[in-house]
């Protein structure tokens, strides 16, 4: 029995037998990943709340991440969305495209950073902290991500070029089926994780046309798309992904019975 320690990563290991006369090598690849605490114990602390204290609780196990810059952010999306039948591509929020990481820039065919929770509501912009969170941003169609803007969320409206499925009015935006659950849980998380104390306390509302107040909607119809759309392994490995990046989770995809528990007792 051989017991080596290896840090994390990749590694070739060759082993030579030899009874002193001849001698023959094999050599075999193995790979290390770091242990992932267990989600029961992150949230360990957070066990049997429910409602504001759930939300208070929540808020204090995921703060104080480790924060990005704007322009880390590019190579972090090319990580947790990454295409896992194409490594050389990430998949597009909202259109569900497949593209090239290299195509991430400005211009028509490329990709951006989408704040899916706009970054004018609080106006947080690009500031890191809220306008830095890989928990909320996705790479998107720079077209897509246009006629999006910075609209609350809703049922309607008429089809958007470049993305089958969704739907807009003047005031509001409506995802594809497959992605609805996805932004919705991204918006539970940023109204948990900032909070008063923070440089902007994000609130879910029932109303459109928030403008630049830190607010976002609509939560009743965020609710039903959490409930049409549960979580996928996709965004469970993006979760595991974002924690090695940023160093923290988000509880609604880890624990989906929780956006109820807060939202449907206030």
Not at 32 to 53: K, R
Not at 57 to 75: C, G, P, R, T
Not at 172 to 197: C, H, I, N, Q, T
Request: proline share 5%; with cysteine.
């Amino acid at each position: 029995m051989l017991t080596v320690n290896l840090p994390a990563g990749s590694h070739i290991i060759g082993v030579t037998a030899t009874d002193g006369q001849k001698s023959i090598t094999q050599s075999f690849s193995v790979t290390v990943t770091e242990e992932v605490p267990a989600t029961g114990s992150y949230y360990e602390t957070a066990t049997g709340l429910s409602g504001d204290a759930l939300k208070d609780e929540l808020h204090a196990i995921i703060d104080d991440h480790d924060q990005l810059s704007y322009s880390a952010v590019w190579d972090a999306l090319k990580v947790t969305d990454e295409d896992p039948n194409n490594p050389n591509n990430v998949i597009l929020l909202y259109s569900g495209e497949s593209r090239s990481k290299s195509l991430n820039g400005g211009n028509v065919g490329d990709w951006n950073r989408e704040h899916t929770w706009a970054k004018s509501h609080g106006n947080f912009g690009t500031s890191r902290g809220a306008g830095t969170d890989i928990h909320h941003l996705r790479p998107t169609d720079v077209q897509v991500n246009g006629a999006r803007g910075n609209l609350d969320f809703d049922y309607g409206g008429s089809k958007v070029s470049g993305c089958d499925g969704c739907l807009r009015t003047a005031n509001s935006w409506e995802p594809p089926d497959d992605v609805k659950g996805d932004v919705a849980r991204m918006l539970f998380y940023m109204a948990v994780r900032y909070e008063p104390g923070d440089p902007v306390d994000l609130e879910l509302n029932e109303q459109l046309n928030n403008g630049s107040a830190p607010y976002h909607g609509k939560l009743s119809v965020l609710l039903e798309w959490h409930e049409q759309d549960p979580v996928s392994d996709w965004e469970r490995q993006r979760n595991d992904k974002i924690q090695d990046i940023q160093g923290n989770r988000n509880p609604f995809v880890d624990h989906p019975e929780w956006a109820a528990s807060i939202w449907d007792a206030s």
